[in-house]
T-cell receptor, first 109, second 113 residues
């Protein structure tokens, strides 16, 4: 079966760095997405990786290793507004998007 | 402002009633999707449409139907609502298929009693 694993919840301190991991087992791979979802709101796009390596976008970076079926989202200089759920999603060989359950990130002052 | 709208924002519905959730996008995206989101389960795809006039079943299609008469609109119908359909429903669109970034509507919170 197809599966995406993420930690259910993480806690970090304002100003610090946090890494949210995502491992996947899917039938093929055609890209990996990270979305941010604030409580009571819709998911919004953060990043997309299709090749191995690190993609940096401001305070957020996303890393992919296709051979290990692994990705992480790195958030630097954490702000209170970064408190949200972070969703990992993988496009499989049939171009279907498989979603993880999300990681709830709690930022403490 | 370009984007996706959904209606209603929330609804309480008696079991057995018929309900249509509306979704409209003005970005001229070809692909549209309906998801439900339940605590601890993440987003699950109900139905999708890759282009106007075509639809397909997702992971959890039972009890739901969709139509795609034109590019902009993608309504989701619950023919006879059951309590297990209590959820938050998100409509999304993308320029083409699932390998594109998806843009989400604000969601409809549905409670079936």
């Amino acid at each position: 079966g197809q599966n995406i694993d993420q930690p259910t919840e993480m806690t970090a301190t304002e100003g610090a760095i946090v890494q949210i991991n995502c491992t996947y087992q899917t039938s093929g791979f055609n890209g990996l997405f990270w979305y941010q979802q604030h409580a009571g709101e819709a998911p919004t796009f953060l990043s997309y990786n299709v090749l191995d390596g690190l993609e940096e976008k401001g305070r957020f970076s996303s890393f992919l290793s296709r051979s290990k079926g692994y990705s992480y989202l790195l958030l630097k200089e954490l702000q209170m507004k970064d408190s949200a759920s972070y969703l990992c999603a993988v496009t499989d060989s049939n171009y279907q998007l498989i979603w993880g359950a999300g990681t709830k990130l709690i930022i403490k002052p | 402002i370009a984007g996706i709208t959904q209606a209603p924002t929330s609804q309480i519905l008696a079991a057995g009633r018929r309900m249509t959730l509306r979704c409209t996008q003005d970005m001229r995206h070809n692909a549209m999707y309906w998801y439900r989101q339940d605590l601890g389960l993440g987003l699950r795809l109900i139905h999708y449409s890759n282009t106007a006039g075509t639809t397909g079943k997702g992971e959890v299609p039972d009890g739901y139907s969709v139509s795609r008469a034109n590019t902009d609109d993608f309504p989701l119908t619950l023919a006879s609502a059951v309590p297990s359909q209590t959820s938050v429903y998100f409509c999304a669109s993308s320029p083409s298929g699932s390998s594109d970034t998806q843009y989400f509507g604000p969601g409809t919170r549905l409670t079936v009693l």
